[in-house]
């Protein structure tokens, strides 16, 4: 079975700094995605970053990146210049290819500091 | 911002009581979910549709029964509901054929259910 781990419950960071949460990953399968969400406090889910296990590059969104280690499973997020804005719960995700479950952590809040 | 409402937003039940959450989406795609969430478990799958009146079950469907006769909507129904059916629910939307799930899942507001 798929499982998505985090490992940090809660995280903070100042303003303007960088911060990395962190997500291991176990599947057995070669064909997967990863994902991280953000979940504001309005509880919206929002797709924040994607990334195939087949690319080697790591996916980049604007001040969002990944470093995604596969033979570590591992997919961390790092944020970049952090803003008051990314103050969220964020969850990581993975699903198999031609699975219909999308599997997600715990997640993890992080607080941005002024 | 996809399509997609849920209705209610918010509702408070008894215990014993049928309860039907309903999801729509005016995107017209074809696979939807619903997905509780509880602290300490992030979202968990309960019933996913890949077209209309076509459903399967997810990870925690115990207790949960889904329908969609329309592709816009997806109803869940908690046939007696609970207090361990309190959560937040979420519907969600894929349009991917291939790779309904690895593709880019869109959600909607979500619905607080409160089971007393």
């Known amino acids: 079975a798929q499982t998505v781990t985090q490992s940090q419950p809660e995280m903070s960071v100042q303003e303007a700094e960088t911060v990395t949460l962190s997500c291991t990953y176990d599947?057995?399968?070669?064909?997967?995605?990863l994902f991280w969400y953000k979940q504001p406090p309005s509880r919206q889910m929002i797709l924040v970053i994607r990334q195939e296990a087949y690319k080697q590059q790591n996916a980049t969104e604007n001040r969002f990146s990944v470093n995604f280690q596969k033979a570590a499973k591992s997919f961390s997020l790092k944020i970049s210049d952090s803003q008051l804005g990314d103050a969220a719960m964020y969850f990581c995700?993975?699903?198999?290819?031609?699975?219909?479950?999308?599997?997600f952590g715990k997640g993890t809040k992080l607080t941005v500091n002024p | 911002d996809a399509g997609i409402t849920q209705s209610p937003r918010h509702k408070v039940t008894e215990t014993g009581t049928p309860v039907t959450l309903r999801c729509h989406q005016t995107e017209n795609h074809r696979y939807m979910y619903w997905y509780r969430q509880d602290p300490g478990h992030g979202l968990r799958l309960i019933h996913y549709?890949?077209?209309?009146?076509?459903?399967d079950k997810g990870e925690v469907s115990d207790g949960y029964s889904v329908s969609r006769s329309k592709t816009e909507d997806f109803l869940l129904t908690l046939e007696s509901a609970t207090s361990s059916q309190t959560s937040v629910y979420f519907c969600?939307?894929?349009?991917?054929?291939?790779?309904?799930?690895?593709?880019?899942?869109?959600f909607g507001p979500g619905t607080r259910l409160t089971v007393l």
């Open positions: 969600a939307i894929s349009d991917s054929p291939q790779h309904p799930t690895t593709d880019t899942q869109y």
């Open positions: 995700a993975a699903a198999q290819g031609g699975s219909e479950k999308l599997v």
């Open positions: 549709s890949y077209g209309v009146k076509d459903t």
């Open positions: 599947t057995s399968e070669s064909d997967y995605y």
